[in-house]
């Protein structure tokens, strides 16, 4: 069974920071993408960033030059670090694995979640 588990959540300040890191555990052979998602209340999740398994990133535009991705393949392990929190990043934070071969297939994983929240 493969699991995604995230830490580093909070309440910050805006022009804060915090750093979500989020570990995947199983029998994993690799995984392709992993990347963070964030939903709002009333809003659709929305992609934040992601990482391939060779280093490439994309961002949002609008936490482009604030939030950093980043991951350990040795680990299984994805990083967000975000700086200058602003409120409008108040949501809950998804880690995904997208392209992990377990059990002779792809398959795609999500995280439990972890609430982001930025006080003005």
């Known amino acids: 069974q493969v699991q995604l588990v995230e830490s580093g959540g909070g309440l910050v300040q805006a022009g804060g920071s915090l750093r979500l890191s989020c570990a995947a555990s199983?029998?994993?052979?690799?995984?392709?993408?992993m990347g963070w998602y964030r939903q709002a209340p009333g809003k659709q999740r929305e992609l934040v960033a992601r990482?391939?398994?060779?280093?490439?990133?994309n961002y949002a535009d609008s936490v482009k030059g604030r939030f950093t991705i980043s991951r350990d393949n040795a680990k299984n392990t994805v990083y967000l670090q975000m700086n200058s929190l602003k409120p409008e990043d108040t949501a809950v934070y998804y880690c995904?694995?997208?392209?992990?071969?377990?059990?002779?297939?792809?398959?795609?994983?999500w995280g439990q979640g972890s609430q982001v929240t930025v006080s003005s």
């Open positions: 199983g029998s994993i052979f690799s995984i392709n993408v």
């Open positions: 995904a694995a997208h392209g992990v071969w377990y059990e002779g297939a792809w398959r795609d994983y």
């Open positions: 990482i391939t398994s060779s280093g490439s990133t």
